[in-house]
């Protein structure tokens, strides 16, 4: 079964940086491009960041841009998050989503992890 | 502010039929980008439950169904039962914003 697994969740001050991991199994992960959704506490999704199965084409939501890197290792079957700059407004349940091959012309997820959490405070 | 709107709540018995709308513009939904809903029970990760506008995955009861016309989407619940009660997010994509879009979500109530 498909399992996705996050990790490297915490306190952070408001200016750090965090690298949230996400690690797969139970699929050829390479195959598959990989998101990166968020939601602050007791609020709605947000989605983040995407990447092509093979890294070469990333994405991101405004809000994120030029402080988040997504990133993939194929070999090691994990899907990264490189945040920095963090400010409050990025306090957030990380989930790391995958995407099935049927949704071709808008992307869509048939598998979410659990979340890891991310408190941006002083 | 979402740019696809959702209403904050919807309510109903056991056993009754409730719709939950998602409501876009020309850039979104109605720029033919599919819809997608999911369900998130409370406390745990969002379950996919509509893809491609009306597609159930596999294991997602017939009581759940999707449609989509125009600028607008729904999802239709039909004999509700207690464990429906969640929140439901649609989502699209937006080509102005160049993003995936997630509605505001809606929470179920079953009375």
């Known amino acids: 079964e498909v399992q996705l697994v996050e990790s490297g969740g915490g306190l952070v001050q408001p200016g750090g940086s965090l690298r949230l991991s996400c690690a797969a199994s139970g699929f050829i992960f390479s195959t598959y491009a990989m998101t990166w959704v968020r939601q602050a506490p007791g609020k709605g999704l947000e989605w983040v960041a995407a990447?092509?199965?093979?890294?070469?084409?990333?994405y991101y939501a405004d809000s994120v841009k030029g402080r988040f890197t997504i990133s993939r290792d194929n070999s090691m079957n994990t899907l990264y998050l490189q945040m920095s700059s963090l400010r409050a407004e990025d306090t957030a349940l990380y989930y790391c989503v995958k995407h099935p091959l049927y949704c071709t012309t808008t992307p869509c997820y048939d598998w979410w992890g659990q979340g890891t959490l991310v408190t941006v405070s002083s | 502010q979402s740019v696809v709107t959702q209403p904050p709540s919807v309510s109903g018995a056991p056993g009754q039929t409730v719709t939950i709308s998602c409501t876009g513009t020309n850039s979104n939904i109605g720029a033919g980008y599919d819809v997608q809903w999911y369900q998130q029970l409370p406390g745990t990760a969002p379950k996919p439950l509509i893809y491609?506008?009306?597609n159930r995955p596999s294991g997602v009861p017939d009581r759940f169904s999707g449609s989509k016309s125009g600028t607008s989407a729904s999802l239709a619940i039909t004999g509700l039962q207690a464990e429906d009660e969640a929140d439901y997010y649609c989502?699209?994509?937006?080509?102005?914003?160049?993003?995936?879009?997630f509605g505001g979500g809606t929470k179920l109530t079953v009375l």
């Open positions: 491609g506008n009306n």
């Open positions: 990447i092509s199965n093979v890294p070469g084409s990333m």
């Open positions: 989502q699209s994509y937006d080509n102005s914003l160049s993003a995936v879009v």
